[in-house]
């Protein structure tokens, strides 16, 4: 068995438009990286952080609390060290707090021989989502982990459910870098909201979901539609009614808030159009005072892996 | 081409506990006859009526005014007498008027060789079971057209997606002869639902039509839940919650309100599962003053069609 691994945890996108607090997918393009040790020493230690500014103490990193949510339950005769490789600023909106907590515990698992399935890897990377988002919400984490799309059925009992990912559908990304408080994207969600706005909402979730199922890229672009979130939270995104507008009129299947944002994602069919997207994402912003970063990925269906 | 046909036009469940306003499926062993006849002379003409009291005047009755709206929109060089052979009771909340509104397009369609493709029969359909229901809803007047589970993705544009029915999958209905108003059942439901409820309900709209496409009987089960439109409707329905309780504890896989009531359903997989449900539902009943009749029924995934 391996003492040391090198690791690649993905981006990924929640809400997904239509799917607030269920739907997620994940991003080949963009991820954090880290190498795991085994060590004699019991124990979880982070060795090293670069790309971002982060605690060192296990117990105040993301990264270290999913770590030590498994070490503590399996209680292996060993201990690990973990370099963190962040690539995946924080406060993003592409799942940087799901990648830091995926990767360790899939690491760990890895190198102990896998004593644990991807769903009970899940129970442990909430542990480290939580402290990132005061909440344990799965919908970056289950595609981190899992790949593809996923569906976040329940949390309590955990339920994922994986859909099938048409072969040729790509997300393109632009992440505007600016600051959007957690609590601030939260605080502009209305508690309540109108029946027959949720019905439309419900009706595209189920219609989102077959077009998956069926490969039917027309009925993704009508799927792809947000009539809850969207209207609250692009108002703290800067020209997000204009990207949208030129992504869809580069070809985009829709376009939308990535989680709670800055990001930005749309969805394409084939590589050439997310590359006319992205050009089109970038000829917005360009013209701002505000820097930005573009992702072009095809959907990554493998989650989390081993690099070496 | 035939100058007469006999037609079947089943009962539909609209709703399907998540799937308020959007969900519906199909039954098989019961529904209207209808036998339609061509005509030379032109216009659109009821001429018996039998197992329920409805107008004769074709601008009044469900079944008339979609035949009409077909009618007139085609114009064709003959006429049509409709013989109505009515078995679902208006009221019951089992698509009573659905399956009248689709009947006569259908049988019209066929007796003049297949002009309109099912989805413009449903849009015919529609004006029929707007005088019905007060408005355009095609929850139940889909299923009734395609068979099987449908989903109404929109109604303007009109879009339909018919979705994949596990072969196993059985539904019993009881309906306790009751009036409840449709103005009641409406008035009812809040105009606002709390956005925690909402996402949980599309989490089940979406879980829900996974399982159908993965023929998944247990995710089906923990799909069939309705945060939102049961707690206020089934009030309406005496006995309602003992019902639910004693098919659940009798191996259903789920149970609500079909339609706006006064219909229960339950979906089972099985037959033998569907009978001893349709016992456990008419223990509950038939201590009570309040007349009932029960149904078993495969899904059925044909939908209207031709019976002679």
Redesign the interface.
Known sequence: MKNSIKIFSPATVANVA??????GFCIDSIGDEMCVFKTEEKGIRITKIEGCELPYSAEENVTGVSALAMYNALNPDCGFNIEIYKKIKPGSGIGSSAASAVGSVFAMNELLGQPYSKIDLLGFALKGEAIASKSEHADNVAPALFGGFT????ISPL?I?E?PTPTDLYVTIIHPQIEIKTSESRAI???????EK??Q??????????AL?TSDYD?IK??LTDH?IEPYRSQLIPHFNEVKSEVLRSGALGCSISGSGPSIFALSKGKETALMVESAMRQVYINTKIDFQTYVSKINTEGVKIIK
Do not use: M, R, T
């Open positions: 239509c799917g607030y607090d269920v739907l569906l976040v059925k329940s339920q459910l859909i969600l209305p508690d309540n909201v109108p029946l949720a019905i909402q419900w009706a595209n979730v189920g219609s989102l979901i077959h199922h009925l009508e799927s809850i």
